[in-house]
């Protein structure tokens, strides 16, 4: 093994883990359970890099994600866009409207609850304009996709319902994961740069950053285009999945808050955390609906309710989140291993 | 001289802070700016560095005039300050504070904290690297302000009031610390309270009071100065310093 | 006229007066909501996101109360204030206190998630269904020549400037409220005298909470209540408050007002969807440019 493989050896398993997941898993279900996991784990890393590293708590992420998912979606729908041509764009777009709002935001000095409110404001703003512009955007009733039925098809059109057996199976699959991968890698090798160290410095302290040579407002507007690159790219997955965007999915405050309850629980700032908290986030969820439904009949809510709670209870008694709390038992069982010798 | 300010001012509400203050600093030189609480001294570093926009007056700092720039650019020609009210990074490490202050010229971050290292050293924490820089003391939290600025290879550092706080023993460390660095060819300006590091150290010292400055020179000549006694003990001081038959020299 | 495939029609001055004088009616309604989130961030200085799932929770009350013992809504506050202040003052004491550090960020997501709490247990134990009370009177009223105005709109006015009023004297006059204010404006000052800055926060935020149940029986026979109810106030409500300047009364009166015209306007000129962006502009343009709002002033 050569030096970065082993100093690097659990991130490659974790790599290595995942890639093989279709050799393991051969439920289609659990295989549905694994993506949305994912899924949320790249949204919440968008927001895990500017609220996590960069401090700024936005409420409104869902504007990157939306104007990711429309994008994809619209530029086939009225355009016959490629699909794979359309995701530069949805990309680029979710990264045009993160500096258009974050130039606005930063330019002014918006910090603290006032940038999570101003971020909540614009993805409302959005939402009503998905909502009304029906000429562009369909309005409510949203942009559906035709399905594509031609397995010869699958591959150009992005779309694998009909596609050959492995394909079918695994294809979205692959395609978060990709998506999982690029956005982690990313994230890994920003907390190992100088921006990295500037961007969790302003976190710290604004002034100070400032003082030491750090230009606030050009790193902010740099996270904030890295994060809102990296959700939006969850939009893509999104709409070649479900073949369908609206308003309400798109900029409605479910995503928005989805992606900053993945990334508080798991562990804010931390490359995992936002993945960890999709894990458990996910995991907690499938099984106090089985639990519910067992004693009550299918119910909605009971889940969101323990997410609430549990988020409160992470803010309060664990600001690191679970890889916070996982490695402070790591270093005491390392601590009591040595006290022994 | 590497740092001129001309005739600065600023006014908070209807309060004078700093008004039509000048001083300059010449290439190596330690120079010390005292006076009483409240007289402006933070508010002239302030301007300096470009936390705050002045309502007149200019800054040169080696030859650029850099009056309304932010502090970031100004950091980067090589002018640091630090803060009177600690700002720690606090849940980054001593090492990690440090190499903050060393990316500035640092793109590498092996680089940044080999830099840290060297300079955790310098200032006498090297044996603390790997500490969350909240848990550090008092005396640890001035000396990682001053390791922090120092690391961003400044040609002029600013201290403000990095003894307050500390005990003798403390202060004669940072003493000697700040001597070293003066003699790596750093030149210092220095707010302090603490008038045995003014003798000390400075070449030249300014008063201020109520925002003016009111005298210049060395340490000794301007402890002398009747004015300077009387901002400090209050009206009519040095004559009755002078009919106690006291010198007044050594406040 | 015609702008990106919208029409945007010409109107009599009857209808924009009846339109303004609708949106006043509205905007009392958006004033009652406002004025205990105003009242929470004057002192407390946070922004209570579950202001809104609160709203919605008292408007429960109001109709269950209704519902179940027949009582009109506007009685129904003699059971629905008290029992609004003391989960008030419960939730701020026991929980929002004891987890958000004092972080104005984190505030925000405690009280997100509180938001979110109170609302899925809503939509757990109340279903998704839209209740709504039945009262004799809602549909009498006054003419007003351009437009008709119902009691219980009438009502949600002379209530919206009667609590500013009531709570204005309260700050001013009593000893309570004197307390509240010393406690705002000098928070170390305080606990350092031997007031119990804890207790006082969460009186305050009871009674925030109870205003919010003021206004949930205000305008119950208007509203229909389901979960998401708060989610639709709760914007409008931080525009209403940042408008008027975060922390005053009469800006929260003021800018009710100023929103619910807007809004109306809006929706008279530009439609019944696009007409609400005119609530997000106003929001993100005061944030901006004006963040003290139209009262406030530099702290
Ligand atoms: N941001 C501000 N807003 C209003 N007044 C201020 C502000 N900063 C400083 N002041 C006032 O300006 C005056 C000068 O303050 P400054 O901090 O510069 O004094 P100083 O000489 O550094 O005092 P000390 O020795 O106590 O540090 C004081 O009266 C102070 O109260
Ligand atoms: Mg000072």
Redesign the pocket.
Known sequence: MNGFAKSHLGWLLLAAALLAVPVFVKSGRWIEFIELTLFVAVLGQGWNILGGYGGQYSFGHALFFGTGAYIQALLQFKYGVSPWIAMWFAVSGGVLVGLFVGYLSFRYGLRGSYFALITLAFAEAFHVVARSFISITEGGRGVQLALNRDPDQAIALFQFTFADPFLKSYGYYYVILALLMIAYGATWWMERSRFGAQLVALRENEDAAEALGINTFRTKMAAICMSAAITSSSGIYYVQKFLFVDPAIAYGPTKSVEALFAPIIGGLGTVLGPLVGSVFIHGLSEVTREAIDAVWGARPGVDLILFGIILVLVLGFAPKGLVGLAEAAWRRVARGGKAQR | MILEVRSMSKT??G?K??SRASLSVGEGEIVSLI??????????FAMISGFLKADEGSVAFAGVNVTGWRPHKVCRLGLVRTF?VVQPFPNLSVAQNIAVGAHTRLRSRAGALEKAGEVAHAVGMGDRLDMPAGSLTVAGRKRLELARALATEPRLLLLD?VMAGLNATEIDEIIGVIRDIRQSGVTILL?E?VMRAVMNLSDRTYV?NN?VMIAEGTPNEVTQKPEVIEAYLGHGASERLEAMGAGGGHA | MDILGLQIPLYSWETVLGSAISGVFLGSIYALVALGLTLIYGVLHIINFAHGALLMLAMYAVFFVWHFWGIDPYAAMLIVVPGAFAFGYALQRYVIGKTSHGRDEIILLVTLGIAIVIENAALFFFSADERSVQVPYDLDGIDLGVTFAVYPELFALGGSLAVTLGLWLFMTRTDTGRAIRGVAKERQGARLVGINVDHVFAITFGLGTALVAVAASLLAPTYTVHPQTGYLFVLIAFTVVVLGGMGSFVGALAGGFIIGITEQLGRLYLGESLGLITISAIFIMILLFRPTGLFGHKT
């Open positions: 908070f509400g309060l802070a700093v006076g009483p609480n409240g007289a402006g001294k933070t508010t002239l009177q009031e707010i309270h201020i925002g």
